[in-house]
Nanobody, 126 residues
Framework: QGQLIESGGGLVQTGDSLRLSCVASGSTFGNWNMGWFRQPKGKESEFVAGISRDNVGTRYADSVKGRFTISRDNAKNTLYLQMNDLKPEDSADYYC???????????????????WGQGTRVTVSS
């Protein structure tokens, strides 16, 4: 089973930037489609961004387009989320997730991801 560990969250001010990281165990990371989800306090989880296993296709939620960038370094088994121009509504627990499907895809539905990290908290003050 895959193990994912997120890091990089913290307390920042409106307009600041953060970069989240997700390190995957094992040697199969390069064959996984990957995604980021977030869950604001008291609300449901939502899709943020995804990237295909071949590092070509990406998708973003409308709320983060132009501000967030997802990327991956397969040699380091690491997924990244660069977050710029942060807003209070970005405050949430952020989770990385892995889709072991062999075909290239970027699912937005959480049930299509098999492995999940423990989460890292992002708080943006106004």
């Amino acid at each position: 089973q895959g193990q994912l560990i997120e890091s990089g969250g913290g307390l920042v001010q409106t307009g600041d930037s953060l970069r989240l990281s997700c390190v995957a165990s094992g040697s199969t990371f390069g064959n996984w489609n990957m995604g980021w989800f977030r869950q604001p306090k008291g609300k449901e989880s939502e899709f943020v961004a995804g990237i295909s296993r071949d590092n070509v296709g990406t998708r973003y939620a409308d709320s983060v387009k132009g501000r967030f960038t997802i990327s991956r370094d397969n040699a380091k088994n690491t997924l990244y989320l660069q977050m710029n121009d942060l807003k209070p509504e970005d405050s949430a627990d952020y989770y990385c997730a892995a889709d072991p499907q062999l075909n290239d895809r970027v699912p937005v539905a959480g049930e299509l991801y098999e492995y999940w990290g423990q989460g890292t908290r992002v708080t943006v003050s106004s």
